[in-house]
């Protein structure tokens, strides 16, 4: 099974992609998924990021031995605007090594966005797949709450091998209220990402802990991938609660915290 967990740098996500991976590596990871995602955790800025600070980043990546392993690109994906964001996230994904690039469906709310969406998502699988990345469409709002709707979403775009979820509990239970020990296994045929994200409260209670100090039996969680042969990437997700990001030593203990109940879970970092 795939043991090894990432580390967000969403912990980190009001500051710098070089206090973010120096938090990440101090906490004890040694893999990561970075944030490129407009106006919510913007490590890297698909939209003005240039080559020469991809390769920065690469380098930086290697003085802390961190491996990049994802990258959460979410874009509103029934946009032009969306559409070409997000491509960009899978070029600068190639160029740093990484093997999938997260997303959501984006705010889509007409049949003509819909669309839209529909056939900018096939494009971008043709992309991605040039570089012998996958796409990890997210449980998220809109269009994706869970993993039992999107499975009529993935069918349509038809890109197997490439498209696959990216499940998120913590998402799934904020947003709908579902029982992720459910709704993950309308997933497993198409898992390529976890979200490793915990949860104190009920739907529409924003509240994701360090994984194992929220409700969700996560223990369980790992032991529905196991029965079902998972071997993809999992990354640790804290996001704190409706009072916002703290300062930065409160997210660096946030960050050392998951470490340790990762480890309490059997997992290593």
């Not at 996500?13 to 407009?38: M, N, R, S, W």
């Not at 070029?91 to 984006?106: C, F, K, P, Q, R």
């Not at 998120?168 to 198409?190: C, H, K, Q, S």
Request: charged share 25%; hydrophobic share 40%; proline share 4%.
């Amino acid at each position: 099974m795939y043991r090894t967990v990432l580390g967000s740098t969403i912990v980190f996500a009001p500051f710098t992609i070089d206090q973010a991976l120096e938090g990440l590596a101090e906490a004890g990871y040694h893999a990561c998924e970075i944030g490129a995602v407009k106006g919510w955790f913007e490590h890297i800025d698909s939209d003005t990021v240039t080559d020469a600070e991809v390769d920065r980043i690469g380098r930086k990546l290697s003085e802390l031995g961190l491996q990049p392993v994802s990258l959460s690109g979410h874009a509103q994906l029934q946009s032009a605007d969306g559409a070409d964001r997000f491509a960009r996230a899978i070029d600068i994904a190639a160029a740093l090594g990484m093997e999938v690039v997260n997303t959501y469906t984006g705010d889509a709310t007409t049949d003509e966005e819909r669309e839209a969406y529909f056939a900018n998502v096939a494009a971008l699988c043709d992309q991605a797949a040039r570089h012998g990345l996958k796409i990890g469409m997210e449980t998220d709002s809109n269009m994706l709450p869970t993993a039992e709707i999107g499975v009529a979403i993935l069918d349509r775009i038809d890109r197997p091998g490439v498209l696959g979820f990216n499940y998120d509990p913590g998402n799934v239970v904020y947003y709908t209220g579902a029982d992720p020990l459910t709704d993950i296994r309308f997933a497993l045929p198409r898992l390529v990402h976890v979200h490793l994200k915990d949860k104190i409260g009920g739907q529409g209670e924003f509240n994701f802990p360090p994984p194992g100090d929220g409700d969700l039996d996560l223990t369980a969680l790992l032991a529905i991938l196991d029965d079902a042969g998972y071997t993809g990437p999992m990354s640790a997700e804290v996001e704190f609660d409706e009072r916002g990001w703290p300062d930065y030593d409160t997210c660096r203990a946030a960050a050392k915290r998951s470490v340790e109940n990762l480890r309490g879970m059997g997992l290593t970092v």
